[in-house]
């Protein structure tokens, strides 16, 4: 499912895909060198790794799409004061390709607005 939706994304207008999978590739580097706004990544169940936690944390303006394995699951995790844990999870119950590009590009407006 990730590297469905990687293609489709590429496609998009004003949609630039970062390739971060390459070995040894500092993640955080990439994210700031690149200005990323969203961060997608292929985790069991949805569910946010603690490194990339800890990434989304240093970044205010950044957001992770987490998609399962299996293309069953999505959730989109933001950094937010509102919350105690500092990270608002939203789950997507659609995730078809084109609800996902959807989601993205309002992640990535949403956090353009931040200072």
Do not use: F, N, W
Not at 28 to 47: K, P, T
């Amino acid at each position: 499912m990730h590297e469905i939706v990687v293609s489709s994304l590429s496609l998009q207008e004003g949609l630039e895909v970062v390739d971060a999978s390459a070995a040894g590739t500092d993640l955080a580097r990439v994210l700031d060198e690149s200005g990323c706004r969203v961060l997608m990544l292929a985790c069991d169940g949805a569910e946010l790794p603690p490194e990339e936690e800890l990434l989304l944390r240093a970044r205010p303006r950044l957001a992770v799409l987490a998609l399962d394995a299996d293309g069953r699951q999505a959730a989109l995790y933001e950094p937010t004061s509102a919350s105690p844990t500092g990270i608002h999870k939203v789950s997507l119950p659609d995730v078809s390709t084109d609800h996902l590009i959807v989601a993205i590009r309002a992640a990535a407006a949403r956090l353009e607005t931040k200072t």
